[in-house]
């Protein structure tokens, strides 16, 4: 028997995972579940397209079996099983998803996927197993596998006696040590308890002998011992149960069950919709960004689901760009199960669940900002470049969706405002809405240009990123106001002394005032008497629309 290694990467990657990516062990349960439940949703899909396969749901099932004495667990299941080549492509390069090969393999229609695609679910195991041994049989072969691992040595593939197709996944429990216990792993009311906890709305049975005692029933006082299989799992998807049923953590474990992202999530929001189209949704808005989030990488998008069954991993034309951090999944009796990809973007029902969509996210993201206001400037740190990027590059459809919820640092406040809470507490006398752009709110506050607006006791807003400038151009007008750099010539102030009095001291010094117009010629357009300025002796100011920083920006942009 030839042990073969994990490719050298993969050895430090399992290490690391096992110690990092899953806060809680127990979770281990749940992805070798969801890796069944992949595996016989994959027999459902061929069953689809393949005549001389029928999905006889009574036959569909995994099963989770404890052996507290020999200290094994075993996970089985009906699904597709693994050949040979599958047991070593899927199981021995960590982070290849099987899944997302199967895929193409078959050609699936584009838009059907599976659930798994991350390729990491399977070496939890390790989190609580020494030896793990997988048998397996797939669909339409004769042969069956065993692959056994240790963990980051390698493994080993030898054949095996399987009768039937799916597979068999073996645990060696851990041996509990002083600071831990593994125990739990193989107690039947623990592990009944963690599936319920992670995988209670799994399409298929989750089985599990249950042994007890119980009053015999032509006797009331004397005891019988009883064992028999039960169904764990309700079965019923977390989307189509009462919200009054779920708590906060259900939402939070559905969100890490599906892998939307290894935080917490900022906000859930659960629509159940009965109306022109049904629909069931659960859409998060998370906490931290994705780390490609603001690369070419990031594939926005929710899970469609046609009445429960998966048929695309993330259809983009659920979610406007302005949206794209949310994450979750919309099922809809409603969708043809065969439904391609080029024919949900003419899809009517899918638009009107997009716009639907839309619509909620945008109130409970005020209701966000309203009511839970530190929550919403943490969610604004990350995701509010994308909702400014909104308002410039959709507004004239969405503008009124996006301009009140982007906010921009004041320079009174010393934190995150909106538009409308500037506006708001303007004096009567002021005409703009001020800001300044440049690389900080550091930087913004030195600025020589800043000193007339704040000496008035106006408020300023700080642009600090590329995109804000333009973003308010877009709106242009704000509640009857307009914005104004602070570095415009005309800022709309009455200075103390009339404009008479400039003239007369650039009169005076005419000579001085001439030499700089000569030697700054190429420079500036003009040198000026200032009166607004305070502490510096000098400032730039622009006198058109674009201002100094938007210059900075679009002269920094390729032809
Ligand atoms: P993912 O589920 O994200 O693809 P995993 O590490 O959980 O990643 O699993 C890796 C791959 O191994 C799966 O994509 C699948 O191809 C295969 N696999 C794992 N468990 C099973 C199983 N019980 N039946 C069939 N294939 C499986
Ligand atoms: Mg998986």
Redesign the pocket.
Known sequence: MVKQEFKAESKRLLEMMINSIYSKREVFLR??I???S??ID?IYYKALTDDTLTFDNDSYYIKVSADKDNRILT?T?T????TKE?LEN??GI?A???????KSENELKDGHDI?????????AAFMVADVVT?I?KALGSDEAYKWESEGADGFSITPHEKESV??E?TLKIKENTEDDSYEEFLEERQLKAIIKKYSDFVRYPIKMDVSGQRPKEDSENELEDYQEEQIVNSMVPIWRKNKSELTAEDYENFYNEK?YGFDKPIKHIHLSVDGSIRYNAILYVPENMPYDYYSKEYEKGLELYSNGVLIMNKCADLLPDYFSFVKGMVDSEDLSLNISREMLQHDRQLKLIAKNINKKIKSQLQSLLKDEREKYEEFFKSFGRQLKYGVYSDFGTHKETLQDLIMFYSSKEKKLVTIDEYVSRMPEDQKYIYYASGESNERIEKLPQTELVSDKGYEILYFTDDIDEFAIKMIGVYKEKEFKSVSSGDLGIEADESQNNTESEENENKELFDFMRTILSDKVKDVRVSKRLRTHPVCLSTDGEVTIEMEKILSAMPD
Do not use: P, R
């Not at 699904?79 to 693994?82: A, E, Q």
């Not at 290849?96 to 199967?102: I, Q, T, V, Y």
């Not at 659930?115 to 070496?123: A, K, L």
């Open positions: 992805e070798l969801s890796n069944a992949d595996a994959k996970i299941d699904g597709i099983g693994m599958d899927n199981l960590i290849k998803s099987g899944s997302l090969a199967f659930i798994g695609q991350f390729g990491v679910g399977f070496y997988v397996s799916g597979t996944i892998h």
